[in-house]
């Protein structure tokens, strides 16, 4: 009895199969890391939202972005459970420190989906003075159009949204993009 071929069509997708994931593992793992990126936003070039509330960290009483006219300011929301905003920290905490003796640019943050207890914890541990908003309800990153975090927003001295940035914030492209804001 002589033996009936099968086709290895099985064996030739699986094979296939694996190449394809070989080559996907090795174009992730070479790839430059997304970090942060300039993007788009409707709010470039006009008025910055309002932004206002009491304040969690980083000072007392309430905030208002109307009082910082006049300074660039950092509009950066993030959230403690999300890894690239805690990688950003230091970079904005470096900022925020090389841009307190002159007063010309302020960092806020406002908080995304987090509970108000874990931003305290988070503030206490990793530092940070700027003031931090509670956004309980969400109606702040409803209105700067908010979809994920960390997003920040630079918004220039007579209060107009100059650039948005997705994903965490280096200290090297903030500077740069003061520099621009301010004409230096």
């Not at 309002?50 to 980083?58: E, F, Q, R």
């Not at 509009?75 to 890894?83: D, I, L, P, R, S």
């Not at 960390?150 to 965490?168: H, Q, R």
Request: glycine share 10%; charged share 20%.
């Amino acid at each position: 009895m002589s033996e009936v071929r099968r086709p290895r069509t099985a064996l030739y997708s699986a094979a296939a199969l694996g190449v394809v994931v070989v080559l996907l593992v090795a174009v992730l793992a070479t790839r430059a890391p997304a970090t942060s990126k300039i993007d788009k936003s409707p709010l470039l070039g006009k008025p910055a939202p309002a932004l206002a509330g009491p304040v969690l960290t980083g000072g007392t009483g309430a905030f208002d972005l109307d009082s910082l006219q006049g300074r660039v300011v950092l509009v950066n929301f993030f959230a403690t459970w999300c890894v690239p905003c805690v990688q950003e920290h230091d970079d904005l905490r470096r900022f925020a420190e090389a841009h307190a003796v002159a007063g010309d640019a302020r960092v806020v943050s406002v908080v995304f989906g987090d509970e108000p207890s874990n931003v305290r914890r988070f503030f206490a541990r990793n530092g940070g003075d700027w003031p931090v908003i509670g956004d309980a309800d969400g109606a702040i990153a409803t209105s700067w159009g908010v979809a994920r975090v960390p997003e920040s927003y630079l918004v220039g001295p007579d209060g107009t949204v100059l650039s948005k940035v997705t994903g965490g914030i280096k200290y090297d492209m903030l500077e740069s993009l003061v520099a621009r804001a301010t004409g230096g």
